[in-house]
């Protein structure tokens, strides 16, 4: 299963997804820039991105938690999500997302 | 495990002097197990925070998740594990200068370190030990163009007197508790506050928003769900902030300052100057001393680099044990050092308090 991420830049990448992983970590392991400073632990929303809106639909909604978190990220859209909060599967091969502002290491 | 155990940390006055062995820059989980390690070689360590309490990145981002790979501890919340370490480093007295950065270090005479914070403390060590994580927190800032310019004039991410902002419009921006706080405590000295958040849900306590709401329908201040787009006016004085929102459209909210309040990120911050070599953001060190390219600055935890490197607590924990080693050749160059054990030597023992 593939996911695409297009990064600060533009440039799109097309990412090997593995089942059950989170969406920043399979960004983070392919050495994509991404700060994801907590870690995984939906505390920071370091791991912003904007959802393709064909993928909106089919994610799992955010929990309060998240929508919380993404309170203090700049620049929230309504295709906002933390990419430490979607779970890879295959019901989600093909999944696009763009690394939002925020996102970036220093 | 009981509160009555955990030691307040021992705040000294800012803007004073101090002399001390080792200087640690960063108060999280790393630098307060680095007072432990100094401690049994009786190394006395002064601590310097930006945040206000110590704990570093587990207090400040994560204090109630659950942390599971601590040696002997199956699971421990971020605060927890904090708590733990400060009650195990009690017994060897750290002085903490918190709320404040490392800004400047200067080599002395002497041969040792002037540090140099924020708030204009001087510490004076033999040592330097940097244990600043991911670096200091900042607070992090609404992505609009420009923002800088207005920075400390009319933008600002926190509050040190409320007077500045006394009859003045002010936008709040943000939508937690510090949002939602600063906005009912300044509503009665600015002449107009808007809070403005970008949805109609607020993670803040739940009295504030009661508060907040109350206080919106009463007159006493603006609410406006809406986006922030722009900021309006000549830089460094702000005039208005542009805002979207769903319902209104676009318009522009008058105002002298705003207020962004949004939580904190990690920024690298003056470490960066302290003329030692990085390595894409971080410190590289050998992996016998963890010393810096600088002799008697050391690194350790998620800031430094060497081949092999896991960001992990328990790396930082073995990298601080090792450090304390190198750093006892500095503060005591004419002793010997013996190696203990806590568990056998009465020595240990009777620093620890416990023999």
Redesign the interface.
Known sequence: MKIRVTDQTGKEHELEGIEGWRVMEIIRDWGLPI?A??GG?C????CHVYVDEDWMDRLVPATDEE??ML??????EDNSRLSCQILMSEALDGLHVTLA??SE?? | MENARIAAPVQAEPGGEYRTDAVIVGAGPVGLFAVFELGLLDIKAHLIDVLEVPGG?CAE??PE?PIYDIPALPVVTGQELTDRLMQQIAPFDPVFHLGQTAEAIAKTDEGRWRVTTSAGTVVDARVIVIAAG??SFTP????LEGIEAYEGTSVFYAVRKMDAFRGKRLVIA???DSALDWALNLKDVAERVTLV???D?F?AAPDSVNKMRSAVAAGEMDLKIA?LQSLEGAAPQLTGVGVASKETGDETIPADAMLAF??L????GPVANFGLNLHE?LIPVDTEKFETSEPSIFAVGDINWYPGKLKLILSGFHETALMAQAAFRYVYPDAKLRFQYTTSSTNLQQKLGVA
């Open positions: 700060k400073e907590c632990a505390s920071c929303a370091t929508l919380e309170d203090t990220a700049p620049a929230v502002p925020g290491p220093d | 990145q981002l994560y998740k991911g670096g992090k800032k609404p992505a943000g939508g937690g958040h970008h949805r849900g993670r986006k949004y939580g990120t990690m920024k690298l953001n």
